[in-house]
């Protein structure tokens, strides 16, 4: 099976604190830098965070990616 044939996964997280581009700019680098994702979209106007990634990442993964930019996810 080649990577363009596993599953993809299309996630949305609310994002708190984020305010300017430098925000957008630090959870995109931390985020993107999990393994197994694959894009990465901020909507600073809405505080949310698109994540395009294999099965094996999970909310965890990326809610420590966004604490490690200095963020935090909005638990629903």
Known sequence: MSS????????????QGMTCQ???SAVTAEV??????TGVQVD????LLRVTS????SRT??????DEAGYALVED
């Open 22 to 24: 430098h925000c957008v």
């Open 32 to 37: 993107e830098a999990v393994s197994g994702v």
């Open 54 to 57: 294999g099965p094996e990442v």
């Open 44 to 47: 600073l106007s809405r505080g």
């Open 4 to 15: 363009e044939d596993l599953p993809v996964r299309h996630a949305e997280y609310r994002v």
């Open 61 to 66: 993964a990326v809610a420590s990616a966004v």
